[in-house]
């Protein structure tokens, strides 16, 4: 597919939804026109067509918050577009992650389990310390107890899959990773930049990490 098979609206603009690539979210829906699509897809960031001012808007070029692009994708029509990016910073001119944030409704018996928003709980546990809280508790003893906590974990693991047993390893996995987001939590370290990380890894030329694998054997 390109350009030519898109149908843009009499003004010659197609709406674009810009989603976070990693944690799913739906970050902003801007427009674009021909032009500022063909400037996203060379640079590689998203670039929009402002209605408000009728001019070019690369997003972050005053503010700073630059929105990477991984994939443009259309609908099934041609008339819309989704944008997965990876943000350096907030998406919205108002300085929150989301643009979407004024909520109409939710049915809270249906819950979205997600690490960001675990660990975005733990760090709240941190700022605020709530009594009776078992994260706060660990917190409040500080880096050693949640460390001597993570090791702890980490042996649990060993011993439940050494069992064979699969359930009880799932509980142990999910206690060890409880006590890591704790402990990253507690030293300010976010998981995009452990993701950040995981993905440096995974790109590297498989040719160059096998070299590498072997050098650390030998």
């Known amino acids: 597919m390109n350009l030519d098979d898109l149908t843009f609206d ?9 989603q976070d690539f990693f944690t799913r979210d739906v970050l902003t829906v801007a427009y674009m026109n021909r032009e500022s699509l063909a400037i996203t897809l060379a640079e590689g960031r998203t670039c929009f067509w402002s209605r408000s001012r009728q001019e070019l808007w690369r997003k972050g070029e005053t503010s700073g918050n630059v929105q990477y692009v991984v994939s443009v994708r259309a609908d099934c029509d041609g008339d819309a577009l989704v944008v997965e990016v990876v943000k350096d910073g907030p998406a919205c001119h108002l300085g929150t992650d989301s643009c979407f944030t004024k909520q109409l409704f939710k049915d809270e018996s249906v819950q979205r389990f997600t690490l960001d928003a675990l660990y ?18 660990l917190f409040a003893e500080g880096t050693e107890k949640i460390l001597k906590k993570v090791g ?37 370290i976010g998981l995009d930049e452990v993701r950040a990380e995981l993905a440096d890894r995974h790109v590297v030329d498989r040719k160059e990490k096998q070299v590498a694998m072997r050098s650390e054997l030998v």
């Open 120 to 137: 975005a709980l733990l760090c709240e546990r941190n700022e605020r310390r709530p009594e009776g809280s078992y994260t706060t508790y």
């Open 10 to 18: 009499a003004a010659g603009l197609i709406p674009a939804v810009v």
């Open 152 to 188: 702890e974990e980490a042996t649990e693991v060993i011993i439940a899959a050494m069992k064979g047993d699969e359930g009880e390893t799932v509980y142990e996995i999910a206690d060890l990773c409880y006590h890591v987001l704790v402990l990253m939590a507690a030293s300010g």
